[in-house]
């Protein structure tokens, strides 16, 4: 039970490290132009040789915006749950679950699930002055942080404290 639950808590920080790193990394998606130059734009800025405010017009922006807030929603609830499993961890009588900490890993999931829905909906293949783009790593991290945090949300609901 220890290794499963140390198996748990090691996943969960990885989790949340990949949330930071998604959330803050400007490479959501990626592009090279016709004169071989390579851009990247993230949730932020946008990336040439040089760093600039992520230009969206009018209409995108509200979804830039929603995108932006459920990601660093998600880092928030992730780092909560953590912090939870912690004191659940050494407050708990034997034989409880952890309820609280699988519900907030699950409000976690749900934000990563929607802010990178809005993303890729909006975004996918969006670039300024680029002839191809394709996704970063920025995105495929939080499409795994979405996976790990379904997995340890439902983990946390149905273990046990032994």
């Known amino acids: 039970m220890l290794v499963l639950l140390a198996g748990i808590f090691v996943v969960h920080i990885a989790t949340v490290i990949m949330l930071f790193v998604s959330t803050i990394a400007n490479v959501?998606?990626?592009?090279?132009?016709?004169?071989?130059?390579a851009s990247s734009s993230g949730l932020w800025l946008l990336c040439n040789k040089t760093c600039e405010r992520l230009q969206v017009n009018s209409h995108?922006?509200?979804?830039?915006?929603?995108?932006?807030?459920?990601?660093?929603?998600?880092?928030?609830?992730?780092?909560?749950?953590?912090?939870?499993?912690?004191?659940?961890?050494f407050t708990l009588e034997k034989g409880k679950r952890f309820y609280i900490t699988g519900a907030i890993m699950?409000?976690?999931?749900m934000c990563i699930l929607i802010g990178v829905s809005i993303y890729t909906a909006r975004f996918t293949g969006k670039m300024l002055h680029s002839t191809?783009?394709?996704?970063?790593?920025?995105?495929?991290?939080?499409?795994?942080?979405?996976?790990?945090?379904?997995?340890?949300?439902?983990?946390?609901?149905v273990l046990r404290k032994k």
């Open 28 to 37: 959501w998606m990626v592009g090279s132009s016709n004169f071989g130059t």
């Open 106 to 109: 699950l409000v976690c999931w």
């Open 60 to 89: 995108d922006e509200a979804s830039l915006k929603a995108v932006q807030a459920f990601m660093i929603l998600s880092i928030i609830f992730s780092v909560i749950a953590l912090v939870m499993f912690i004191v659940q961890l």
């Open 132 to 157: 191809s783009s394709h996704h970063g790593y920025c995105f495929i991290l939080a499409w795994i942080c979405f996976c790990f945090s379904f997995i340890i949300g439902i983990l946390y609901l």
